[in-house]
């Protein structure tokens, strides 16, 4: 493991740009910042609530999922961990940054004239549209119901397509489009579910014995941990970042089995993303630690 960059404030939502520097979010700092590999950084945009999940469209923008702010409480080692609402939460939205200027517009900040309560992850398909969760926010005696959406880029329209769910996280397409995968955090599950156009899932949302939401079950931790942000690697395997355990979980795409790799350092590991098109090496964020780093992929080793 190499670590690129430290003293990040709690870092999420990696992008490749492949030209030697990373996007990531700073949830903390309420930052888009940049992060060349030889450990340079440099904020983009101050883009206030708490910026979470990030991906580039096909303009060259970012899209960054911003859930509208977490609390932070500082730890007797000094560590920031999240904790709670912030009283200056104001709600979730979408948002697009020029990352050559670092002016940024409000995208989305409702879906279907319901208000986003915390976007979380995001994920673009081939069509110019891109799927986004939003768990919700958690207060100190309940909690939101989650949902995940569908948008298209330009702005013009953004729906609902999965509802209830709980706590969505991660999102991810297989390669040809035609699946979607969402983690969800406290069940440690990951869930598929069969697209038959962009934004359409093959079958209608309906609860079943085997599944509240009609998603296909993945995997699912037989002990305790937390499932955060995904990313699907060039073979199908569904990489999942696992909190409380400190790794990543990889997932077949076919179901069953998986494999977990340790990142040592933070039991907060929250988000990863590959080297392109290369995928030797994986750039996974530690929130806890407030690091990016680098691993080799695959790794030489994985321990189930």
Known sequence: MKVIADDLWFPEGP???????????EIRRQTLTRVWLDGRKQIIAHLGGGPNGAALGRDGYCYVANNGGVQFIQREDGCWISGGVPESYAGGSIQRVDIRTGKYEVLYDSVSGRPILGANDIVFDRHDGFWFTDPGKSRKR???????CYAKADGSSARE??????KPNGVGLSGDGRTLYVA???????WAWSLKAPGELSAPVRPSPDSPHGGRLVYGWPTYARFDSLAVDANGNINVATLDRGGIT??????????FVAVQ???????????????D???VTQSY??????IDWPPCQLTG
């Open 184 to 190: 969800e955090t406290d069940t440690a599950k990951l």
């Open 281 to 283: 090496k994986a750039y």
């Open 161 to 166: 397509v999965i509802f209830p769910i709980h």
């Open 289 to 294: 630690a407030g690091r990016l780093v680098e």
């Open 142 to 148: 309940d909690s939101d119901h989650g949902s995940v």
């Open 250 to 259: 990889v997932c077949a795409p076919t179901g069953g089995s998986a494999k």
């Open 15 to 25: 992008v490749w740009l492949g030209d030697g520097s990373l996007l990531v979010v």
């Open 265 to 279: 350092g933070d039991t907060h590991v929250t988000n990863l993303c590959f080297s392109e098109p290369s995928q």
